[in-house]
């Protein structure tokens, strides 16, 4: 029988907040998403020309970015921010979908008003999310 890749003293030295996991949360979601981009670009052949290679290419980049600069600051604020920022962002999506719909610009399906239904802040208890329009940093300063 081969061993497992990863001996369980490795998984036991992980620091996990189980009372404050946001940190945690955030770190793992930017990590898979980078992966999840990844995956996608690898097994789509349609993707690898030019133009949309370099969407793809930016949105990893600047997931590592943000990745990088919230794990070197280490600030439980900072992981907080960028995850209300982040649930600001699919607030707005929301809003921008319902809009579409009662434009009659976006055909209406019980999977999308699911969606648009859902909480977004339902992580974050008895507090309202500000929407943010700008990026949450400057994914250039971050880059250098």
């Not at 699911?114 to 992580?123: G, L, T, V």
């Amino acid at each position: 029988m081969r061993p497992y890749p990863f001996s369980i003293s490795k998984r036991a030295e992980a620091r996990i907040d189980l009372y404050e996991p946001t940190a945690d949360e955030m770190i793992g979601g930017l990590f898979a998403r980078v992966f999840r981009f990844l995956q996608i670009f690898v097994l789509d052949s349609n993707l690898w020309a030019d133009d949309l290679g370099r969407i793809i290419l930016r949105g990893m980049l600047e997931s590592v970015f943000y990745l990088r600069f919230l794990a070197k600051q280490d600030q439980d604020d900072m992981f907080l921010q960028f995850q209300r920022y982040g649930i600001g962002q699919e607030k707005l999506y929301k809003m921008q979908l319902r809009k579409l719909l009662e434009d009659t610009k976006l055909e209406e399906s019980p999977e999308l008003l699911d969606y648009i239904e859902s909480a977004s802040d339902e992580e974050i208890a008895n507090e309202p999310v500000n929407v943010t329009l700008k990026n949450f940093e400057n994914a250039r300063e971050l880059a250098i």
